[in-house]
């Protein structure tokens, strides 16, 4: 056996005894499909130590479905189908990885409903009345990212009944 196959059976060995074993420490030429697989399994953020030629687009989709913002490590050529669709699915600051040409109304009222806080990375030509009344129904509203054409009594009182720090996004003529 060469030493680069005991230094990968090593690495391999230490990903199965220690699951949070990180891709960052083992040396950039021998991580290898398998180990990058290993560790994106483990932890979807482990797919930014994986070096370029090593990314499919299955593994993408492994990663962002652990987590939808590791959609930023994804080569914006693999940013397509299932991939983008299973980040925006997380609805957890996954937006702003997106490219623009496939948000869609429909995806973006599915994220602002999850997370309105995501209003701050929506275009104001993207901004239909569809993805306002969405985020209006979410969970935790965050006035400063609505239009201000938007904001109405109700919404406030939602917003501040929430967190009383939303007061100071309170329009004057409110």
Partial sequence: MDRENVSQNIALTLINLDKSFELSLIHIYLRTAKLAKMAVCEDGNALAYVPQHLITQEL??????????????VPWNLRKGNCVNTAAGSGLNALQFIPPDQQTEKMLKA????????????????????????????????????????????????????????????????
């Fill in 111 to 174: 994220i602002v409903y999850m997370n309105a806080y995501e209003l701050r990375h929506i275009k104001p030509e993207q901004m239909t009345q569809a993805v306002i009344d969405a985020a209006k129904k979410a969970t935790y509203i965050y006035l400063e990212y609505f239009p201000r054409e938007a904001i109405t009594k109700e919404l406030v009182e939602k917003a501040v009944r929430t967190d009383v720090i939303q007061y100071q996004f309170v329009p004057p003529e409110i």
């Fill in 60 to 73: 993408t989709e492994i990663a962002v479905l652990k987590s939808g913002e590791t959609l930023q490590y």
